[in-house]
């Protein structure tokens, strides 16, 4: 399949947490609700597979027209 569960599993994650800032919940918020012990360690996870950090995605999408699921914006493969 191209990756890993623990890869598979963290895309998932940042996915949902794409959406949770495009809906604009907080990055603690959204670390938080999805699965992320620290903010911290969502940060840098979410900065490391999308390449932008959830602060600056949050800033970038809001005012867009619908979520990210519906733009297409998918996580790249990125680490666990």
Not at 55 to 73: D, E, K, L
Request: glycine share 16%.
């Amino acid at each position: 399949f191209g990756m890993t569960y623990p890869q598979w599993r963290t895309n998932v994650r940042v996915f949902h947490a794409m959406i949770e800032l495009a809906d604009g919940a907080t990055v603690t918020e959204t670390g938080h609700a999805c699965g992320w012990a620290t903010t911290s360690a969502f940060v840098d996870t979410f900065t490391r597979t999308m390449g932008q950090t959830p602060g600056a995605y949050r800033s970038g999408s809001a005012g867009s027209a619908g979520s990210a699921a519906s733009a297409g914006r998918v996580p790249a493969e990125g680490g666990a």
